[in-house]
């Protein structure tokens, strides 16, 4: 994907993972987020959470997540753990 435009983030619902791509060295990345990533890590006391919503709300840590992947050697698509949201960033 070489456009400029930022492809849209969808929830996929076989996979239950939000979907999107990130702009890394001029070229969109794609990655997920899984819903049980989402809700554990940022609505663990809630249980009406969304997934889009999560995600909108947190994509800079999650952008920010994909990026420090990317520069560490992952392929694409990057899959985001618990782990690779760091705790000291929320």
């Known amino acids: 994907m070489e456009s400029q435009l930022k492809p849209d983030a969808y929830f996929h ?5 939000v979907r999107f791509w990130v702009l890394v060295d001029q070229q969109w990345i794609g990655a997920s987020i899984a819903r049980a990533v989402l809700h554990y890590s940022y609505c663990a006391h809630s249980n009406t959470d969304e997934p889009m919503d999560t995600y909108r709300s947190h994509a800079p ?20 753990r618990e782990h690779d949201l760091r705790p000291s960033s929320r």
């Open 13 to 17: 619902q076989p996979s239950e993972a």
């Open 61 to 80: 840590e999650i952008e920010a997540a994909v990026r420090r992947r990317w520069e560490a050697g992952s392929s694409e698509p990057i899959m985001l």
